[in-house]
């Protein structure tokens, strides 16, 4: 499996775990009330400034199989995250989590208040007033959110080295291609592989601006 497929693997499984994880996450931080809230945004934004080194440092520590933790996941239900796909997963779930659930996050607290109060007038439930009122109403949230923590995905470098290392295919990723390529002084391939990031990371950020901007409206109704 080449460097490039992988990735695509890695982010858009990522992608669509971050977006049911995320969906209830930023429904919860927009309209709750609790005194933890503050504490739980933290957490989610901690990867928006915290080095990706770090964050994999420790996801390499509690998953090894030398920790306790890591040991009990390995023996007692056979999951090895430390140098698998799975790890990798799992890492660019929690370093992409921010990419996902402060746009749907800003969405929801965008909407007005007078429309989730007509939902209830009306009787509808929660999950009604979800998925038939708020939804439709924060597409662009919606896009924004998928398309981030995809592009985010496809460009991790730090966390993915070290919770997945270097094993062709299976952790080898693009971006730690172009290092290995880079590192050998191969740089006709590590230009190949960066050009391909940079012109899939700009195809995909431009779509969202140009859906944003409202040049694509056509395809939202």
Do not use: C
């Amino acid at each position: 499996m080449t460097p490039l497929v992988l990735t695509l693997q890695l982010a858009s499984l990522t992608t669509l775990i971050l977006f049911l994880v995320s969906l209830p996450l930023a429904y919860w931080l927009a309209f709750t009330r609790s005194r933890i809230k503050p504490v739980i945004e933290a957490l989610v934004s901690m990867p928006l400034v915290l080095p990706p080194t770090v964050l994999g440092f420790y996801l390499l520590i509690a998953f090894s199989p030398n920790n306790a933790f890591g040991y009990w996941l390995e023996n007692t239900i056979g999951l090895k995250l430390v140098f698998s796909f799975t790890g990798l997963v799992l890492a660019s779930v929690l370093y992409s989590l921010p990419f996902m659930v402060h746009p749907i996050q800003s969405g929801f607290s965008a909407l007005p208040s007078s429309l989730m109060d007509a939902a209830a007038v009306l009787g509808k439930s929660r999950w009604q007033t979800l998925t038939k009122v708020l939804l439709p109403n924060i597409k662009p949230s919606l896009l924004t959110g998928i398309v981030l923590a995809f592009a985010h995905t496809v460009g991790e470098f730090g966390v993915v080295l070290m919770i997945g290392g270097n094993i062709p295919g299976q952790t080898k990723v693009a971006s730690v291609a172009i290092y290995e390529e880079v590192e050998a002084l191969n740089y006709v391939s590590a230009h190949a592989y960066a050009f391909i990031l940079f012109a899939m990371s700009f195809a995909i950020l431009l779509f969202v601006y140009l859906v944003n901007a409202g040049f694509l409206k056509k395809f939202w109704k």
